[in-house]
């Protein structure tokens, strides 16, 4: 963890989020500020700045922890869809300097403003 990580913290329980699912290395969490109705962040539970900085078993899992994640959104909101997005480095859009990805459960035609993150 590092001091000033806000996911470090969620991931720790010092600060509170709305869990949609974890286990002891990952994370999935609510957005703060959702896209549409559901969207949720992954991330593990240790830090890591971005995508290439995962430790090789982490990033083993971390495609089937958010194939699980979509699956409960795509159940729990109706969706007939989502969209994954990955901001890796700040010219990307990264906002919070550990590794996450946003799953966005999508329903025909609600994508009216286009998917924007940032």
């Known amino acids: 963890m590092t001091n000033d990580c806000i996911f470090c913290k969620i991931a720790n329980k010092e600060i509170p989020s709305e869990i949609v699912w974890e286990n002891d290395n990952f994370l999935a969490f609510a957005d703060i500020k959702p896209i549409e109705e559901g969207h949720t962040l992954v991330i593990p539970k240790k ?5 290439p900085d995962l430790e090789e078993e982490i990033s083993k899992d971390y495609l ?29 859009g990264q906002i919070v300097n550990h ?18 993150l940032g």
Do not use: M
């Open 64 to 92: 089937d922890v958010i194939k699980k994640i979509a699956k409960i959104l795509i159940d729990k909101y109706n969706a007939d869809g989502f969209n994954i997005v990955l901001n890796n480095g700040k010219s990307a």
């Open 99 to 116: 590794v996450h990805f946003h799953i966005i459960p999508r329903k025909e035609g609600d994508n009216k403003k286009g998917l924007t």
């Open 47 to 51: 830090h890591f700045d971005t995508l």
